[in-house]
């Protein structure tokens, strides 16, 4: 029995910790570019009723999961808009996507609930490998999307740190006008980033509506775009460290139910707050490896900044 | 009387022609229907004081800013260079005064930064490779690895040039590009160009306010004055008073300083200091250096030999490995940098715009950071907004700057005025010493003398100061000493009038020289 609590744990975090993974893989990539998206959990929720109602009203899953990235993506595109065209304060445009994805998505979906997923996210079991005794079904036999997040901080970080053209990403976020002088279409890629991370985001949101819960409910996000923000920083930016921060943050949760359903004594408060712990922790550290350079970080160096040409 | 070389060479199609490009900031007219002809294989000067429109004349070469009317052609055809990307596609490259490097990244990284040549997969490993090879073909000294924020200005610089010259430009723009480096490396970068020129269908413009540079590297020279073109000249039909001349109206100061009247106690001292630089790799190793009351003391070296850490630790930015520091009586290792401020020690950074003024601030708040503690602009908890402007207003007047409103943005100062502000801003909070870093770096030369001037009042009013320079002609005309430095000691001291230039420049390529 103990045996099976603790891989149903396991299973449970990485479970747990798939939409956090797609959240902040999307996050990080704006934020790559230099745009801070606070409001990614209505991202999440549109893309989470866009995937639903693709699905629904297709019958076919590979449709609502396009529908889901695609929402995303435009309505984060609403927000490069005005961060990036239009160089808007990306706090207050970010609360302002926040609160408008919260009332879209629950307007939307408004006639979808209720509705259990016609076709929803399938598992796969990978061949011979799920065959692995203990481990084997804790991380090979998962709904696809699983694999899916799996990948992309991988693919995030061969892009960024094996081709010419993550240079040219990476530089957009330190230094615009360095990127600038050197003829990389600056506003163009920042644009571009901020939609595509909103994509992810937005896949983020189905895996919920069409992979765990099957289901749209308003607000179903329950908080985790704001805990992929966290999980940014706790990678220190770097993308194969989301990995460790999304399962970590998922685990927490899943011990959260393993100690609600074996009556441990451990508060449940304790457990959600350990993340955000080590999330300040990690930016204690980070702060310190810093503190002989002032104003710099492991964020990057143009973060939240708009960035015109020739100031 | 000279002719104006105007005339083009009519078997040549010139590389570049400008013809009459005007560009407004409002009311400011800075560059105004400027002509301008690039041969094929010339290196051409473009000589002016700050403000006189060589920068944005630049920018509108570099697609930075748009001309509000006339043309430029490339090889006889009219173009719109409507962006830095479409400059780069016509051959125009640019190595700009600051440097436009991405600071967190390392050199490897900014040289192939936005470049169709770099690899479309390349990891570190083949970036740092092609740098290496890069940096052999150029001959410059560049460490792949080492990122930019690390790096000391001339290191920077190189990186910048290497970057440019990588891209293969034919018409490689250089905008001030001595103001860092020592007499040797210049020299080398003359040399390199003239090679690039000579020959070539590629077209050099060195943009500068050094005449003798100007004099020795370029085959024409054209001379701005307050955004228009005074002339075009032939350089071998040149000297330097004339082109002074043309530039200012009027001629240079080229004598040194008078000595130091009266030399007090000793102020500032620092005794076997250690210290490491931002990489964590000693800087200073074991340094003694003491300034007295009423002197220049002049600090000669090659960039990157710690002259930035020294200064630092001087001033209490830097924390000392080991050694002490001292004004007067009073003990200040380990203090914070305001104690190093209430002991009388002012601070004129290396560069203005990131550690000397807040750029996003107005020039009246600029002023008062080193007053604004005590009354009277402190009234209790509060500033006073009357206080600030008076003492802002007696600042600006005492360096000698015309400013309407003290409310506008240090941004809208030239450089000139934003060095001028620093400087008497530090005088003023330097009662007993003044660490003063490239005080004179990239102003033009009236701006530069004023600064000058302004430093030996304050050291006849009995202030030390510890003058930091890679301007071997500055530091002699005002030093009443000059150390050498380096490696982070100092190899080397002469008195005024005792200064041999070869013996100089050998102890700061760190060869033993033997001092008479």
């Given amino acids: ?311 | 009387m000279i002719v104006e070389d105007s005339a083009p060479r009519s078997a040549i199609v010139p590389l570049m022609e400008i013809r009459e490009v005007t560009k407004r900031f409002g009311s400011l007219i800075a560059v105004d229907r400027v002509d301008l002809d690039i041969h094929p294989g010339e290196v051409h000067a473009i000589l002016g004081e700050n403000g006189a429109g060589k920068t944005t004349l630049m920018n509108l070469l570099a697609g930075l800013l748009k001309p509000d009317s006339g043309q430029i052609s490339l090889d006889g055809s009219e173009v719109t260079i409507s962006s830095p990307r479409k400059a780069l596609e016509l051959g125009i490259g640019i190595v700009h005064q600051h440097f436009r490097l991405v600071e967190n990244f390392t050199a490897a990284e900014n040289l192939h930064l936005g470049w169709n040549e770099t690899p479309r997969l390349a990891g570190n490993k083949d970036l740092v490779d092609r740098t290496h090879s890069l940096a052999k073909q150029f001959d410059l000294d560049v460490e792949p690895n080492a990122r930019i924020w690390q790096m000391s200005v001339g290191e920077q610089q190189r990186v910048a040039i290497l970057r440019t010259l990588s891209r293969g430009a034919r018409i490689l723009i250089l905008d001030e590009p001595t103001a860092v480096l020592t007499p040797t490396e210049a020299d080398r970068l003359f040399e390199m160009l003239r090679g690039l020129a000579i020959g070539s269908n590629r077209g050099v413009i060195f943009i500068s306010h050094k005449l003798d540079e100007v004099i020795s590297v370029s085959d024409r020279v054209t001379v701005l004055r307050a955004g228009s073109r005074v002339s075009t000249l032939k350089t071998v039909d040149c000297n330097q008073e004339l082109l002074a001349k043309m530039m200012i109206g009027r001629h240079l100061n080229t004598q040194p300083a008078p000595p130091s009247a009266a030399l007090g106690p000793a102020v500032l001292v620092g005794k076997g200091i250690s210290a490491r630089n931002d990489r964590g790799v000693p800087a200073l190793e074991d340094l003694d250096i003491e300034l007295r009351s009423g002197e220049i003391v002049g600090v000669a070296g090659v960039a990157g030999n710690g002259q930035r850490e020294l200064s630092e630790v001087l001033t209490g930015l830097r924390p000392v490995d080991s050694g002490q520091i001292f004004m007067g009586d009073q003990e200040l290792t380990g203090a914070y940098p305001v104690e190093f401020l209430r002991a009388g020690i002012g601070h004129i950074p290396e560069d203005r715009y990131s550690s000397g003024l807040v750029t996003s601030e107005s020039i009246d708040h600029n002023a008062v950071l080193r007053a604004f503690r005590d009354p009277p602009i402190r009234r209790g908890l509060f500033l006073s907004p009357a206080a600030i402007k008076s003492y802002a207003r007696q600042l600006v007047d005492a360096v000698k700057i015309s400013i309407r409103d003290l409310g506008s943005s240090v941004r809208t100062l030239s450089g000139g005025n934003a060095q001028r502000l620093l400087t008497g801003r530090e005088i003023a909070a330097a009662s007993k010493a003044l660490v003063a870093v490239h005080p004179t770096r990239g102003l033009d030369v009236g701006a530069a003398e004023a600064v000058r001037q302004v430093l030996l009042k304050a050291r006849d009013s009995g202030v030390g100061i510890l003058l930091i320079s890679e301007d071997l002609a500055e530091l002699l005309s005002l030093s009443d000493r000059i150390v050498v430095i380096f490696q982070g000691r100092l190899t080397g001291e002469f008195n005024k009038y005792e200064y041999d230039v070869n013996t100089l420049g050998l102890l700061m390529g760190g060869h033993p020289a033997e001092i008479g």
């Fill in chain 1, 1 to 311: 029995m103990e045996i099976n609590l603790w891989q149903e744990t396991l299973l449970q975090a990485i479970v747990l910790g798939t939409p956090l993974l797609f959240v902040a893989s999307g996050e990080l990539l704006g934020q790559k570019v230099g745009v801070f998206n606070i409001g990614i959990e209505g991202v999440m929720l549109i893309g989470a009723v866009a995937g639903f109602i693709g699905m629904h009203e297709s019958g076919n899953i590979a449709i609502g999961v396009i529908s889901a990235a695609l929402g995303g993506a435009l309505f984060s595109s609403l927000f490069a808009l005005a961060t990036v065209i239009f160089r808007a304060n990306q706090v207050v445009a970010g609360f302002a996507l926040w609160l408008l994805g919260l009332g879209l998505s629950s307007q939307i979906g408004r006639s979808y609930t209720a509705i259990r997923a016609s076709s929803p996210i399938e598992h796969w079991k990978i061949p011979l490998l799920h065959d692995i005794p203990i481990f084997g079904p804790i991380l090979f036999e998962h709904l696809w999307a699983v694999y899916l997040a799996f990948l992309s901080p991988f693919v995030i970080w061969f892009i960024l740190q094996r081709t010419r053209h993550g240079l040219n990403i990476r530089a957009i976020g330190e230094d615009p006008a360095a990127a600038d002088t050197t003829g990389v279409a600056v506003t163009t890629w920042k644009f571009l980033y901020v939609s595509l991370g909103g994509g992810l985001v937005g896949l983020g949101g189905a895996f919920l509506s069409l992979g765990t819960s099957r289901t749209f409910t308003p607000f179903m996000t329950s908080g985790l775009g704001w805990i992929g923000l966290a999980i940014v920083m706790f990678a220190g930016w770097q993308p194969l460290r989301l990995i460790l921060g999304a399962y970590l943050f998922g685990g927490l949760r899943a011990l959260d139910f393993a100690a609600q359903s074996a009556d441990w004594n451990i508060p449940s408060e304790f457990l959600t707050m350990l993340p955000f712990l080590g999330t300040l922790l990690v930016l204690l550290v980070s702060a310190w490896r810093f503190r002989n350079r002032p104003g710099a970080s492991a964020a990057p160096a143009a973060l939240g900044i708009a960035f015109f040409r020739g100031g």
